[in-house]
């Protein structure tokens, strides 16, 4: 079965970076584009960007451009989320998600998430 | 920018149908889906292709779209179906967008 599975809770100080990662398993890890989503604490949805496990391609919100990277590592089946200059607004659970897609590339929805990692960023 | 735009709230009797609109501040909309978040969970993607529903997910999830607004539908709602429902769309200049979130309750 598909599974997407998250590194677990951190919490940070404000100016330093965080690293997450979303291992994979059930499916074809180079198909399938990975999606990072976050979700401040009462709040909706916020999309950060995507990661092509198979070409390494990657496209970021303008929001976030300057302090995200997207990485990925193949032989492991992982997906990394790197932010960094955090703030206590970037207090939020993370997700990451698979990219639901047809043959033509059209994008049709996320179909599977992680159990998501909340993130922490205080004094 | 480009914004979706869903009501924040929606009350519903058991075995009613509740109908959450989204509505998309350009012409020519592209296919959006929609996600149904219960508390401490996960998303999870009950229509995709404004229409589709996914394998697993339960007849009574309905979706369709009128120009620029899609509808999701729960037709007979149940006790289960209280959560809050997000619609998610894709635009060239600003990536994926969500709307804020429906909390659908059940009275």
């Known amino acids: 079965q598909v599974q997407l599975v998250q590194s677990g809770a951190e919490v940070k100080e404000p100016g330093a970076s965080v690293k997450l990662s979303c291992r994979a398993s059930?499916?074809?890890?180079?198909?399938?584009?990975i999606h990072w989503v976050r979700q401040a604490p009462g709040q909706g949805l916020e999309w950060l960007g995507w990661?092509?496990?198979?070409?390494?391609?990657?496209n970021y919100a303008q929001k976030f451009q300057r302090r995200v990277a997207m990485t990925r590592d193949t032989s492991i089946t992982t997906a990394y989320m790197e932010l960094t200059r955090l703030t206590s607004d970037d207090t939020a659970v993370y997700y990451c998600?698979?990219?639901?897609?047809?043959?033509?590339?059209?994008?049709?929805?996320?179909?599977?998430w992680g159990q998501g990692a909340l993130v922490t960023v205080s004094s | 920018s480009y914004e979706l735009t869903q009501p924040p709230a929606l009350s519903v009797s058991p075995g009613q149908t509740a109908s959450i609109p989204c509505s998309g501040d350009?012409?020519?909309?592209?296919?959006g889906c929609w996600y149904q978040q219960k508390p401490g969970q996960s998303p999870v993607l009950v229509i995709y292709?404004?229409?589709k529903r996914p394998s697993g997910i339960p007849e009574r999830f309905s979706g369709s779209r009128s120009g620029n607004v899609a509808t999701l539908t729960i037709s007979g709602t149940q006790a289960m179906d209280e959560a809050d429902y997000y619609c998610?769309?894709?635009?060239?200049?600003?990536?994926?967008?969500f709307g804020a979130g429906t909390k659908v309750t059940v009275l």
């Open positions: 350009k012409s020519g909309e592209k296919y």
């Open positions: 292709q404004d229409t």
């Open positions: 998600a698979r990219g639901l897609y047809d043959r033509s590339g059209n994008w049709w929805g996320f179909d599977y």
């Open positions: 059930g499916y074809t890890f180079a198909g399938y584009y």
């Open positions: 990661i092509s496990p198979n070409t390494g391609g990657r």
């Open positions: 998610q769309s894709w635009d060239s200049s600003v990536g994926y967008v």
